[in-house]
């Protein structure tokens, strides 16, 4: 059974500083697409950002966040990262963690991140 639990998420100044995690378990990481998603009150779910498998590894941003946040990933810890530098008031939302894996598609429950101005 594949289980994606999110945690890091809170309550911080615009400017301030987050780092977000996703432990997996049931599936492996590092050989499949993982990815972290947000949703906003009255928006729809968008990409924040992805990184594929350690075979190409290669990581994509929305444009909204280029230059402040950074996916990783600790194969070790199976556990995938999002630190999220310069949050702005903007960036208040639901964050996400999501895999691709064999072809379907698993979410998190979610942790709320909130940027104050």
């Known amino acids: 059974q594949v289980q994606l639990v999110e945690s890091g998420g809170g309550l911080v100044q615009a400017g301030g500083s987050l780092r977000l995690s996703c432990v997996a378990s049931?599936?492996?990481?590092?050989?499949?697409?993982m990815g972290w998603y947000r949703q906003a009150p009255g928006k729809q779910r968008e990409l924040v950002a992805t990184i594929t498998s350690a075979f190409s590894l290669k990581t994509n941003y929305a444009d909204s966040v280029k230059g402040r946040f950074t996916i990783s990933r600790d194969a070790a810890k199976n556990t995938m990262y999002l630190q999220m530098n310069s949050l702005k008031p903007e960036d208040t939302a639901v964050y996400y963690c999501?895999?691709?894996?064999?072809?379907?598609?698993?979410w998190g429950q979610g942790t709320q991140v909130t940027v104050s101005s």
């Open positions: 999501n895999s691709i894996s064999k072809g379907n598609a698993y």
């Open positions: 049931g599936i492996i990481i590092s050989i499949n697409t």
